[in-house]
């Protein structure tokens, strides 16, 4: 599992990175510049702490993970419960606080099976059924927000932090589905495997989370 033996994580590239390397700092990590600057290196290597880092897009991470390629990854519950990997959710790291929510227009009305618009289908779907409404699912990876403003969907689900996005296309939050946080997992070999090294990791960053209210 992992790489050369050490411990692997995969790390999201974007929203989450930054938080997740503040808190690797604060739990003690001595990060390298390629870390922190902004580099195009895709691997990572940590030598004094034993690590390696895998940087990836953030739905690559519980991939990565669950076949092996990291010990470790750092993802949006979001991403987890849309991906649905074989994996161990070790922690709430409390990070990059968010909410996944459905939106439209300021003028939406109802309509017989509309159609939603999101880059979450499984988790969209499966709320949907769990209101007994009938939707029309269409999957999007770019910006959601267009949909309802072209005609291709009547709402979308996505992800709401400040809402400023929203508001910018004329859009309103009108129900929210989870909450979001960021979380550990593990490889369900590596956590046996490796379970020294991840644990020491686990201990450092849960004592991170504790301190700052985190945990109960």
Request: glycine letters at 8%; a negative charge.
């Amino acid at each position: 599992m992992g790489i050369d033996g050490r411990l692997t994580v995969a790390m999201p590239k974007g929203r989450i990175f930054r938080d997740a390397l503040n808190l690797l700092g604060e739990a003690g990590l001595t990060l390298p510049r390629e870390l922190v600057e902004d580099s195009r290196k895709l691997i990572v290597e940590v030598p004094g702490e034993d690590l390696s880092f895998l940087l990836v897009k953030p739905v690559d991470v519980p991939t990565c993970v669950e076949h092996g390629a990291a010990d470790l990854g750092v993802v949006g519950k979001d991403v987890l419960l849309e991906e649905e990997r074989d994996v161990y959710e070790l922690l709430d790291l409390q990070i990059s606080p968010c909410r996944l929510s459905l939106a439209g227009t300021t003028d939406w009305q109802p309509v017989l099976n509309p159609k939603v618009a999101t880059k979450y289908p499984r988790i969209a779907n499966r709320w949907f059924r769990k209101q007994g409404q009938q939707v029309e699912v269409i999957c999007l990876n770019g910006s959601v927000e267009l949909a309802p403003l072209t005609g291709l969907a009547d709402r979308i689900v996505d992800i709401v932090s400040t809402g400023r996005t929203l508001r910018e296309n004329g859009l309103v939050e009108m129900e929210e589905i989870t909450r979001v946080t960021s979380r550990l997992i593990a490889n369900r070999a590596s956590y046996h495997l490796k379970s020294r090294q991840i644990g020491e990791l686990y201990e450092r960053l849960a004592q991170v989370v504790k301190e700052e209210g985190g945990l109960q």
